[in-house]
């Protein structure tokens, strides 16, 4: 799957704002879709770069030999999800933000774990 149908199917779970793929090296999106005036997704990739890049270098701190599965932030009427891809695809990460009030978090979640698994970057 190409990153421009991944974005689509992850705009299609319930209650998804915006979606990006984000090189967390470069902070640099590959692709975004949804956002707008709401959600800037630019800087949204810009920070959740920042996010990434600190629990990378925690992990490394603390000697903990794993990998991300994901990282949730919860706001009051948002989540904002991160997927960081596997290793073998560069430092990459898939972003959602979903509204809270119509998002079902964990079909949220196995949605970009299969995005994932079919993603060809």
Known sequence: MNIESALKEAMAVDGTLGVALVDYESGMTLGTLGGGT???LEIAAAGNTEVVRAKARTLAM?????TIEDILITL???????????????SLFLYLALD?????LALARHALKRIEGVLEV
């Open 76 to 90: 009051g009427t948002q989540y904002h999800l991160i997927r960081p891809l596997s290793s073998s695809r560069g």
């Open 38 to 40: 709401e959600l800037d």
């Open 62 to 66: 603390l000697a903990i030999d794993d």
């Open 100 to 104: 809270r009030s119509r998002s079902n």
